[in-house]
């Protein structure tokens, strides 16, 4: 069974910097054609997607809400993959899940594996 854990949620000031990580159980990229997405939930809202990177070759897209701000990238041979935020601000504060998929995809139902999250809260 596949398991994700979100690490590097925490209270930073608006205009701060924080970086997150989801490490994915060994066996989940003996496959090439596996992706990986952030999603984030704030209260009372649904679940948005943030940025999504394409196992085999690293290729990334991300929100309009989080672009230029945000960048993805994955550790060179460890199955982990970063999100990390620059310039966050209030409106930024949720919780933040990893999730796991076959399909390079910003849809929510389309992921098959999650984590449990890591909260992000931003200060104004």
């Known amino acids: 069974q596949v398991q994700l854990v979100e690490s590097g949620g925490g209270l930073v000031q608006a205009g701060g910097s924080l970086r997150l990580s989801c490490t994915a159980s060994?066996?989940?990229?003996?496959?090439?054609?596996?992706?990986m997405a952030w999603f984030r939930q704030a209260l009372g809202k649904a679940r948005e997607f943030v940025a999504v990177i394409r196992w085999s070759d690293g290729y990334t897209e991300h929100s309009e809400s989080v672009k230029g701000r945000f960048s993805t990238s994955k550790h060179a041979t460890e199955n982990t993959v970063y999100l990390q935020m620059n310039s966050l601000k209030p409106e930024d504060t949720a919780r933040y899940y990893c999730a796991i998929g076959r399909k390079f995809s910003r849809v929510v139902s389309l992921y098959d594996y999650w984590g449990q999250g890591t909260q992000v809260t931003v200060s104004s």
């Open positions: 060994e066996d989940t990229f003996t496959r090439a054609w596996f992706t």
